[in-house]
C-alpha cells in the first residue's frame, strides 16, 4: 500500500483545479518569455542608437532606412576644431564664433581664447567673446555656434539688455565657448 500525497487526492477530486493550474504555470511562462524578449528589444535599440551617434560623431555617412532616418541635413566636416597646434586650434575657434557673430549682424567688442584653462588637460580649447548682437539674433547665433561642425558648446551665455532706447535693440553678450581639440596629428 502506498501512502498518497494530499495534493494528489485534492487534485483526483478536483480536476479542474488541476487544469486552471495548468494553465496559470504555462501563462506565467508566457509573461517571463515576453518580458525577456522585450528587454533584449528596449537594449538592441539602444545599442543601434548608439552606434548611429557615434558614426554622427565621427564624421561617418550613413544609410538610414524606416524609423532611424535623420530629421535634418548632417552637417559635414569633422566634430573637432583642427589645427596643427592648440593655438591654431584656438584661431579657429575664435574664427567660428566671430563668423557667426558678424553674419547675424553683429560686433564682437573683445576675446580671449584660454588655452590653459580646467578643461585643457582634457583637450578643449575654451573661448570668452563679448559681443552687442540684435536681440532677436540671439537665439540663432546660439543655433549657429551648437549646429555646425566642429561641435562646439555654449558653456557659459550672460545677456545685458539695452540700456537706453539710443542703443536700439542691440544687447550686450558675454559668450563662454568650449570645443574638442584632439591634439597634433
Known sequence: MTADHPLDRILRR????????????????LLV????????AARRNAVHAAA????????????????NAPTGPTPAGSPFLEGQTVTVAGAALLERVAGAVTKLGGNVLSSQ?????????????????????????????????EAEMPFLFVDQLVAQAP?????GG????????????????
Do not use: N
Open 14 to 29: 478536483h480536476p479542474a483545479a488541476a487544469a486552471l493550474g495548468y494553465v496559470v504555470l504555462v501563462a506565467a511562462l
Open 33 to 40: 518569455a515576453w518580458s525577456a524578449i522585450a528587454d533584449i
Open 52 to 67: 548611429d551617434m557615434l558614426a554622427r560623431l565621427e564624421g561617418r555617412t550613413r544609410l538610414y532606412s524606416g524609423v
Open 113 to 145: 581664447v584660454d588655452l590653459q584653462g580646467s578643461q585643457a588637460k582634457d583637450g578643449y580649447v575654451s573661448l570668452i567673446a563679448s559681443c552687442d548682437i540684435e536681440q532677436a539674433a540671439v537665439q540663432q547665433l546660439l543655433y549657429d555656434i
Open 163 to 167: 540700456a537706453s532706447a539710443s542703443e
Open 170 to 185: 542691440r544687447m550686450r553678450v558675454l559668450l563662454a565657448v568650449s570645443g574638442l581639440w584632439p591634439g597634433a596629428k
